[in-house]
């Protein structure tokens, strides 16, 4: 594992879109690996500025997402289909049925989450995996107590996670109890994982994870075991981390990260 800290969240965002684009540029047919969420919003933004640009090309990209909600309309603005369509997919030139999101409108959930995880081996396994972590230390949503090596499944949602996501509905009882999310265990299958993280709120939640016993009450804690993870953080979301001072000293000394040193 290796952990970057940028001065704020927006330098944060900017190296990870920088990531995400230069992975496709080494690899046109790169399959990536989608989260969603308020700290993701921005790299999107950041990725099809990219793009109209003309600094990345999606035609060729394949992207699996890592989670939906469970019984949510896909045309709901809450669902991950559409937020989405509303932050990438729509503004770039990815071609939908290269795009997967799992069907929580799906009659017979376990077959669609097994057949998720078919269509990711499928296409040969996820290259990059872009992660957000919640309050509880979720990453998906692969609350506390998700096995290490759990695959797509259904999953309760914990209370805190109802609390941290509610508001965004206009009716906060509306919000699904439970989502389809790819397991800990398909995540620590993918080639490369960076979890982005930005804020105060972050802050101890990221500690637990990076400096933290690996436990399944923390299922970001899990990424210790990837033998290829960054995490990407501002300094407010690295506000408890111990070890600040060996992180810095990596960056400086990683070549990946010359042209992000000032
Ligand atoms: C959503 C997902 C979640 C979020 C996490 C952080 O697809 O995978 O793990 O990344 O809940 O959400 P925000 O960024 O809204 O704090």
């Known amino acids: 594992m290796e952990v970057i800290i940028r001065p704020d969240a927006d330098e944060a965002c900017t190296l990870v879109a920088d990531l995400i684009a230069g992975e496709i540029r080494n690899n046109p047919k790169l399959v ?29 990209v394949t992207t699996f997402n890592l989670d939906e909600y469970i019984g949510l309309a896909l045309d709901h603005p809450n669902s991950f289909h559409a937020y989405m369509d509303d932050h990438l997919f729509r503004h770039v030139n990815i071609h939908s049925e290269r795009t997967h999101i799992p069907n929580g409108e799906a009659k017979d959930l376990e077959g669609e989450c097994l057949a998720y995880e078919e269509t990711i081996r499928g296409c040969g396994g996820i290259d990059l995996q872009l992660l957000g972590i919640g309050q509880t230390g979720h990453i998906g949503f692969n609350e506390p107590i998700s096995a290490l090596r759990s695959r797509t499944r259904t999953k309760a949602l914990t209370p805190q996670t ?9 009716d906060p009882d509306a919000m699904p109890r439970r989502a389809i999310t790819m397991g800990v265990g398909t995540i620590l299958d993918s080639k490369r994982c960076v979890l982005l993280a930005t804020g105060e709120k972050k802050a101890a939640i990221v500690a637990k994870a990076v400096e933290g016993p690996v436990t399944s009450m923390i299922s970001a804690s899990a ?27 990596l960056f400086e000394n990683e070549p990946e990260w010359e042209r992000f040193r000032r």
């Open 162 to 170: 109802l609390k941290q996501n509610a508001h965004l509905f206009d």
């Open 223 to 249: 990424l210790q075991l990837h033998p290829r993870c960054t995490v990407v953080v501002d300094e407010e979301a690295a506000g408890c981390l111990e070890n600040t001072e060996y992180y810095r000293w």
């Open 32 to 60: 990536v690996g989608l989260a969603t969420g308020r700290t993701m919003e921005r790299v999107y933004s950041l990725l099809v500025k990219k793009y109209k640009k003309g600094h990345v090309d999606f035609a060729h």
